[in-house]
């Protein structure tokens, strides 16, 4: 009867310990919010990979909306989302023209 009780304690002793572990280790993935999709690797889009890495679409949207107004602004380039994106969300997903054109518009 001792070694039942003993081993039964020790088993809820790990599990509720593996619990606690994984739940302080685990990354807080809703603070990540949505992950973005696509390649980011160009040097020119630092600031919307810096913003995605950060906080997802939700957080590269506005970085993405700052970036257009001071373009529009500075350069008249009258660009919109739709410039070079296909939809205007969830997905976010770019034309084959967007990367050029946010060289040539947006980027600094």
Known sequence: MFQTRSLSTVLVASLGLAAGLALFTSQNVSAAGTPCTGSLSDPALKPVKDACDKGGK???KPVMNDLMKKANASKKAGLKCESCHKDGG??????DNAL???KAKLAE
């Open 58 to 60: 939700e957080a590269a």
């Open 90 to 95: 969830p997905k976010y997903e770019t034309k």
């Open 100 to 102: 050029a054109d946010f």
